[in-house]
């Protein structure tokens, strides 16, 4: 199973929105809408910020968001904040019990 | 409150065995699956593979399969990731992960992730 790619970086000013963006295959993202998000600052564990594509766990503030359109998925991140700044992976069921993570987005907080 | 907490950061010579473990509190074990997560240095998250703690039913990445063994012990609420015969690229930091399956296709909470150092 190959892994899901994302962009390296993406960067904004505080109250700004930026787009991260996850392309997969017809074997897991676009194949089920099972892509989740997970958000990691330095020295941390991942911790969980959209499932299912487009739900937001309970605590994780309605800036975030997610949305999918064939073999792609997006986070969108509105109104950046300096705590935004962090590493982004999105993940994806790929059958079987299976699931393929991106390499991670780094944020940049201007 | 949910928590999964792992084992020390281990530091072992190549060839040898090592076990880490993820203990879940704070809810019923035996409901949710746990899975092991690898992120090797400056790296992103790999899966490697799941075990539901109520059965001992196991999937694994094809990527590690034969090199890992995911286990559980439900008296103790814990579950193990072993690798039989180290290698330095084994060198990473690891994470546990919760899943609700089968309905839930993500992971939460994770376990604070235990690093390991393999190197002669």
């Known amino acids: 199973q190959s892994a899901l790619t994302q962009p390296r970086s993406v960067s904004g000013s505080p109250g700004q929105s930026v787009t991260i963006s996850c392309t997969g295959t017809s074997s897991d993202v676009g194949d089920y809408d099972y892509v989740s998000w997970y958000r990691q600052h330095p020295g941390k564990a991942p911790k969980l910020i959209i499932y299912?594509?487009?739900e937001r766990p309970s605590g994780v503030p309605d800036r975030f968001s997610g949305s999918k359109s064939g073999n792609t998925a997006s986070l969108t991140i509105s109104g950046l904040q300096a705590e935004d700044e962090a590493d982004y992976y999105c993940c994806s069921y790929a059958a079987n019990y299976v699931y393929v993570f991106g390499p991670g987005t780094k944020v940049t907080v201007l | 409150e949910v928590q999964l907490v792992q084992s020390g950061a281990e530091v072992k010579k190549p060839g040898r065995s090592l076990r880490i473990s993820c203990k879940g509190s704070g809810y019923t074990f035996t409901n949710y699956w746990i899975n092991w997560v690898r992120q090797m240095p400056g790296k992103g998250l790999e899966w490697m593979g799941t075990?539901?703690?109520?059965?001992?039913?196991?999937n694994y990445n094809p990527s590690f399969q034969g090199h890992i063994t995911i286990s559980a012990d439900q008296s103790i609420s814990t579950a193990y990731l072993q690798f039989s015969s180290l290698k330095a690229s084994d060198s990473a930091l690891y994470y546990c992960?919760?899943?609700?399956?089968?309905?839930?296709?993500?992971?939460?909470?994770w376990g604070q992730g235990t690093l390991v150092t393999v190197s002669s």
């Open positions: 075990i539901d703690p109520s059965d001992s039913y196991t």
């Open positions: 992960a919760r899943q609700k399956v089968p309905s839930a296709k993500w992971f939460d909470p």
């Open positions: 299912d594509v487009t």
